[in-house]
């Protein structure tokens, strides 16, 4: 129970006194409720929040808020139970010397559960950060809504969700997950534009294993419910996962260094030392001419961006496509990309999502776009279908068409049917679009449009064979030659693949000052 200084309602004593007695007070928050509960805290391979906020901010930098705040509900015990930050270090530093606004549940306080006072406190930092118009992060380690403090515990986080909606696209928000996220908690990080996670010691999920039993019969842990790789690889909750929480902060440092402070500002240029003109002619061998041949399309991003240097967003989900920060001559790009190594880089409904999502945060954060396309379609099938690959596949052309930022593409070897419209073609507004020699633009591939074209000659020929391979060979002639797109304006040059970075470098400079206006209405209504 926290007892107060002796100062306190009595006769005035000197300010020497008063300060000393201030120091005391500070020294017990920031020591928290116990040693013992520090070692149960570090027993679980997990640090305490300030340990974590330590990590995160530049040294000496942190200004804390609410530091000596106490909650005041009464009844279970509670009013014997009182600790200073009531379970959540609130505050902002700086990350590379830019301000950072950030909260940490302290587990270590009735399991970092939010109550009341909790709650009021991540509002105050919620809306300091929007007001000054810097990042938020928030380093989750709790246990939900504080039980004692019943609905009022609740309504705390609808505050923190509505609030969570309001920064959306004005201010970068992310979410690192340190410890348990569970029931409409877990809604928060949801509503962030990054997840992080931690293999073994972070999970998220409504329900846990226990109502899963009771519900459904089915046993299974806490990990393998909502642990970091589940979210990682096949839900798509999580956009990054690491072994510990280390790595995990110094990875948030970096991804702050590619993100503008708010959604008025252009990312954060570096003086770049890999020269803008830089040759890049080990494209020419790293991607087969034969476009059924697979390559690794990170192995092009090394290739193309500054140094080799990119951050890969949700790097094991949805895998047939890459999305990623890097730098292209010391400027901030995302960069979205077909990954033949993976179902040859088609299109589904869990690539359509991750890369849809990417763009409109881009655009959001004033980001330039760069579409590298080779692409063989949509993927077919009963459940693509039946799963609502129309309308996921709508929300990727959607976020293209309502992105507004500089926006950049280039083929190198094929894009086919409605995955070429779809990705970043000029026709749905992409402001450069380049191609490589070889490159091979149509509705489908020349076997299947010859097969569907011809098919009745073919039919009827004494070869069938002979004659679908002599038409195939005029279809591709005619209408999937490297300069066809070129030619009718629909692309804008065929390029030197050992010129793809000179050329990428000169489009975004050049574009950089654009400005484009949407129409004016209150929001869209894109694709769900």
Partial sequence: MTTYPSSVGVEPVPTHTQVGELRALRERALRGPSGKATEAQHAKGKLTARERIALLLDEGSFSEVGQLRLHRAQGFGLEARKHYTDGVVTGWG????????????DFRIFGGALGEAHAEKIHKIMDMAVAAGAPL???????????????????????????????????????????????????????TDFVFMVRGTSQMFITGPGVVKAVTGEEITHNALGGADVHAETSGVCHFAYDDEQSCLAEVRYLLSLLPQNNREAPPAVAAGDPAGRRTAALLDLVPLEGSRPYDMTKVIEEIVDDGEFLEVHEHWACNIVCALARIDGQVVGIVASQPQVLAGVLDIEASEKAARFIQMCDAFNIALVTLLDVPGFLPGVGQEHGGIIRHGAKLLYAYCNATVPRVSLVLRKAYGGAYIVMESQSIGADLTYAWPGNEIAVMGAEGAANVIFRKQIAGANDPEVMRARLV???????????????????????????????????LAALRTKHAALPSRKHGNPPQ
């Fill in 137 to 191: 992060v928030s380093l989750n380690d709790g246990a939900g809504a504080r039980i004692q403090e019943g609905v009022t515990a609740l309504a705390g986080y609808g505050g923190i969700f509505r609030r969570n909606t309001a920064a959306s696209g004005v201010i970068p928000q992310i979410s690192v997950m340190l410890g348990p996220c569970a029931g409409g908690a877990a809604y928060s990080p949801a509503l």
């Fill in 473 to 507: 060979k005029e279809y591709r002639a005619e209408l999937m030659h490297p300069y066809y797109a070129a030619e009718r304006g629909l692309i804008d040059d065929v390029i030197d693949p050992a010129d793809t970075r000179a050329v990428l470098a000169s489009a």
């Fill in 94 to 105: 700086t990350v590379g010397g830019r301000t950072v606004f950030v909260y940490a549940h």
